[in-house]
C-alpha cells in the first residue's frame, strides 16, 4: 500500500494529464522514489505523491486498493462543445441515475473545499500573471466519476481542446492550481451550493470573495432529482464543517427554492442568497 496525506493522479492516456506532470516533474522538486504503484514510478515532495496510471481518469475507481491517501487531485483533461479555453476544479459524482462519465448512480466522492479553492485561486492569479485573459477560469457543479470511497476528490482540468491540452503555459497554471491544492491542509468553515448553469459563475465569484470553501455544486438541471438523502450525502460527503448553503436564487426555479430552504434549515444550514 502506498501512503502520504495527497497523490497527484495523471493518466497516459490523457494528453493534457501528462502535460501537466511534465511541469509538475520539470518545476517542483520531485524526486523519483523506490516505490511503484499500478506498475509505475512513483515520485514525491513530502507527503505529496505523483502517481501515473494506464487508465481513463473518471473511471478510476479502483485506487483506494493501491492508495491510502487523504486527498486525490487528479490532472485533467475538459471537454466542451463550447471549445472554449478554460481552467477548471471541481468535486465529483452524480447526482442521478445516469452514468455516462464514470462513477456511481446518485453518489458522490468526498469534496476537499479548502483544496478546490487553493486551486482556484491559484488559477485566478495564473490567469493574470501568465497572461491567459481569453481562458475561463471557474468552478464546475460535482459531475462524472470516479467514485472513491474514503479519499476526497478533487479535479484540476485544462480544457476544451487539444489545441489547449497540450498548451504548456496551460499546463503550468493548472500545475502550480494542483501544488497549492497539495499543499493546503487548514480545513475551515464550508459550504455547499445550489443552482445555475454547470460553469457556476455566480458561485464562483461568490466563493472567492467571501473566502468561503465550498465543497458539492448541485447545478440546475439536476435539481428534479435531489431528495433529503442527497442533500445529507452533499453534506456529509465534503470535508470540514459544513455550515452554509450558497443559493443561486435566480439560478433555479421557485419550487426548488420552495422544496430545498425547509431541508436546509432543518439540517441548521445558514442560507446565502447570491
Same mark, same amino acid.
Given at each position: 500500500m502506498i501512503t502520504g496525506r495527497v497523490a497527484i493522479i495523471t493518466s497516459t492516456l490523457d494528453p493534457a494529464s501528462m502535460n501537466i506532470r511534465e511541469v509538475l516533474l520539470s518545476n517542483y522538486p520531485f524526486e523519483k522514489s523506490d516505490e511503484k504503484a499500478f506498475g509505475e514510478s512513483v515520485w514525491k515532495i513530502k507527503d505529496v505523491k505523483l502517481i501515473t496510471i494506464d487508465q481513463e481518469l473518471i473511471e478510476a475507481d479502483f485506487l483506494e486498493k493501491e492508495l491510502d491517501f487523504d486527498v486525490f487531485i487528479f490532472a485533467s483533461r475538459h471537454?466542451?462543445?463550447?471549445?472554449?479555453?478554460?481552467?477548471?476544479?471541481?468535486? $465529483?459524482?452524480?447526482? $442521478?441515475?445516469?452514468?455516462?462519465? @464514470?462513477?456511481?448512480?446518485?453518489k458522490l466522492s468526498i469534496s476537499s473545499p479548502i483544496s478546490m479553492l487553493a486551486a482556484l485561486k491559484q488559477l485566478v492569479r495564473n490567469k493574470e500573471?501568465?497572461?491567459?485573459?481569453?481562458? +475561463? *477560469?471557474?468552478?464546475?457543479?460535482?459531475?462524472?466519476?470516479?467514485? %472513491?470511497?474514503?479519499? &476526497?476528490?478533487?479535479? !484540476?482540468?485544462?480544457?476544451?481542446?487539444? #489545441? +489547449?491540452?497540450?498548451?504548456?503555459?496551460?499546463? *503550468? =497554471?493548472?500545475?502550480? &492550481?494542483?501544488?497549492? &491544492? =497539495?499543499?493546503?491542509?487548514?480545513?475551515k468553515d464550508a459550504c455547499i451550493a445550489f443552482g445555475g448553469p454547470?460553469?457556476?459563475?455566480?458561485? $464562483?465569484?461568490? !466563493?472567492?470573495?467571501? /473566502? %468561503?470553501?465550498?465543497?458539492?455544486?448541485?447545478?440546475?438541471?439536476? %435539481? /428534479?432529482?435531489?431528495? !433529503? @438523502?442527497?442533500?445529507?450525502?452533499?453534506? #456529509?460527503? $465534503?470535508?470540514?464543517?459544513?455550515?452554509?448553503?450558497?443559493? /443561486?436564487?435566480?439560478?433555479?426555479?421557485?419550487?426548488?427554492?420552495?422544496?430545498? %430552504?425547509p431541508i436546509l434549515e432543518k439540517l441548521e444550514l445558514k442560507i446565502i442568497k447570491i
Open positions: 471537454k466542451s462543445s463550447a471549445k472554449l479555453p478554460s481552467l477548471l476544479v471541481h468535486a $465529483t459524482g452524480n447526482f $442521478t441515475e445516469e452514468v455516462k462519465m @464514470g462513477g456511481k448512480p446518485r500573471v501568465l497572461n491567459l485573459d481569453n481562458w +475561463e *477560469v471557474s468552478y464546475e457543479a460535482t459531475h462524472h466519476g470516479p467514485y %472513491l470511497r474514503k479519499t &476526497a476528490v478533487v479535479f !484540476v482540468e485544462i480544457g476544451s481542446r487539444y #489545441e +489547449e491540452w497540450k498548451n504548456r503555459i496551460a499546463g *503550468v =497554471a493548472a500545475a502550480s &492550481a494542483i501544488m497549492a &491544492a =497539495a499543499m493546503e491542509n487548514k480545513e454547470h460553469y457556476a459563475p455566480k458561485i $464562483t465569484r461568490e !466563493v472567492l470573495k467571501r /473566502d %468561503l470553501p465550498v465543497g458539492h455544486i448541485a447545478p440546475k438541471y439536476v %435539481l /428534479d432529482y435531489i431528495d !433529503v @438523502g442527497m442533500v445529507r450525502q452533499m453534506v #456529509e460527503r $465534503t470535508r470540514g464543517i459544513v455550515k452554509y448553503a450558497l443559493l /443561486d436564487w435566480k439560478g433555479m426555479k421557485r419550487k426548488h427554492r420552495d422544496y430545498l %430552504l
